[in-house]
């Protein structure tokens, strides 16, 4: 399994942005399929964005347009670019890493706050 650390949240007013980072620990990295999950209080976790190893990527439609999702393979990290941030992006986000059923590994993840 592969070892997922997230960075990055924090505060931040509606209208702003933040980026979080997963840095993972594998060298295959380049391998795994990447995304960012979040969760908010009282509901499910739900798919933010994905990249897949070939560069592929998916949105919620929640966040299309104002969410960015890239990875670096030569340092082994995903990145979230969230810009035009809403209230209801408050969340904790997750790092995940998928390589198939039996691969799936999961970041501790990190919160986002907006608010005024």
């Known amino acids: 399994q592969v070892q997922l650390v997230e960075s990055g949240g924090g505060l931040v007013q509606p209208g702003g942005s933040l980026r979080l980072s997963c840095a993972a620990s594998r060298s295959t990295f380049n391998i795994y399929t990447m995304s960012w999950y979040r969760q908010a209080p009282g509901k499910q976790r739900e798919l933010v964005a994905r990249i897949t190893r070939g560069g592929i990527t998916n949105y919620a439609d929640s966040v299309k347009g104002r969410f960015t999702i890239s990875r670096d393979n030569a340092k082994n990290t995903v990145y979230l670019q969230m810009n035009s941030l809403k209230p209801e992006d408050t969340a904790v986000y997750y790092c995940?890493?998928?390589?198939?059923?039996?691969?799936?590994?999961w970041g501790q993840g990190t919160q986002v706050t907006v608010s005024s």
């Open positions: 995940n890493a998928n390589l198939n059923s039996m691969v799936n590994s």
